[in-house]
């Protein structure tokens, strides 16, 4: 996807992530504690999201963390990527804040789906990186947006947050949607050696910010 193409598609996001509502909310005991979980609706095809929250996030600046969901990772315990040790960790940091928010968007394989980042660990596998597989497939290295997280975190009264994130890119997407982010918080947990080059190629290729491998 060329940078123009890009801005097009999230100028419009943009726009949609406006109408959006709480169609839910409940309370959710887990084990790194107690939260509040909403779930999230807007008008436009795939926006919707569910958001854990704990604390007053209206009279706080809260800890809040953007988490992409991941079959394989979350659900599955995939060593492939680091997904479900940065929820967890997330997770217990949330708990353990004053205030804040876990948004867990539907954005499958940064964006692709999960059909098709199936077919990119196949590609994987016969050697190519995350960011090749996905370029090979005809998708960007990282296809997600974030008008629609903004929209969600606006509607909790969240307009300050400090954000749990590696990835400079959510940084600036929250900024330019009216999101004032205060300070980034890294989210680095275990490295596992099987995810060691996933990490490395977000890290060369992607600009995240982690340290060397």
């Known amino acids: 996807m060329t940078s123009e193409r890009r801005r097009k598609v999230r100028k419009t996001a943009g726009k949609r992530g406006g109408r959006i509502r709480i169609v839910a909310r409940a309370k959710l005991p887990t084990r790194f504690g107690p939260f509040e979980i ?6 436009g095809a ?7 929250v704990h604390g007053p996030v209206r009279t706080k600046t809260p800890l809040v963390r953007i988490h992409s969901q991941c079959l394989t990772g979350d659900v599955l315990a995939s060593e492939r990527c680091d997904c479900r040790a940065q929820l967890e960790l997330s997770l217990r940091r949330i708990a353990d804040s004053a205030s804040g928010i876990l948004l867990y968007l539907p954005q499958e394989g940064r964006g692709i ?31 997600r947006d974030y008008a629609f997280s903004a929209a969600a975190l606006k509607l909790l009264g969240a307009r ?15 900024e330019k949607a009216g999101i004032r982010v205060v300070e980034r918080v890294p989210c680095r947990p275990r490295v596992s050696r099987i995810s060691r080059a996933y990490m490395e190629t977000k890290r060369t290729k992607m600009g ?3 340290d060397a491998l």
Do not use: I, W
């Open 38 to 43: 909403l779930g999230f609706e807007g008008r």
């Open 46 to 52: 795939n926006e919707s999201a569910v958001a854990l």
């Open 113 to 143: 789906g999960l059909m098709n980042k199936l077919r990119a660990y196949e590609l994987q596998d016969k050697g190519m990186d995350t960011v090749e597989a996905n370029e090979e497939l005809g998708f960007a290295a990282d296809s």
């Open 160 to 174: 300050r947050v400090r954000l749990l994130s590696n990835n400079p890119d959510k940084v600036e997407q929250l």
């Open 208 to 210: 995240h910010l982690l």
